[in-house]
Nanobody
Framework: QVQLVESGGGSVQSGGSLRLSCAAS?????MGWFRQAPGKEREGVAT???????SYADSVKGRFTISQDNAKNTLHLQMNSLKAEDTARYYCAADGALPCWYGRSDMDYWGKGTLVTISS
């Protein structure tokens, strides 16, 4: 079992920045961030492999950066140039198997999420 606890969500204006964190009971081969906006399906945002290889959804590429602090079992998502369409609940997820890319929907472990609201 892997426990995941997200933090760092909040409300900011369009163009602002937020940094999400996910405290994990242990790291796995693949970890990532997913989001679900009201009335929409959950979608992948970014993933990071055990070797540091990252994958980003086109909608966030160049604006968001995923990183991992293995010493602290912590996953981060730095979000810059935020837009109203980034408003969603953001979930941290982990899985012990590859492949590892933002298009995965079958991650084994999920946090409860943290809410991000962007006002225009």
């Amino acid at each position: 079992q892997v426990q995941l606890v997200e933090s760092g969500g909040g409300s900011v204006q369009s163009g602002g920045s937020l940094r999400l964190s996910c405290a994990a009971s242990k790291t796995t081969l693949c970890m990532g961030w997913f989001r679900q906006a009201p009335g929409k399906e959950r979608e992948g945002v970014a993933t990071i492999r055990y070797d540091g290889i990252t994958s980003y959804a086109d909608s966030v590429k160049g604006r968001f950066t995923i990183s991992q602090d293995n010493a602290k079992n912590t996953l981060h998502l730095q979000m810059n140039s935020l837009k109203a369409e980034d408003t969603a609940r953001y979930y941290c997820a982990a899985d012990g198997a590859l492949p590892c890319w933002y298009g995965r929907s079958d991650m084994d472990y999920w946090g409860k999420g943290t809410l991000v609201t962007i006002s225009s």
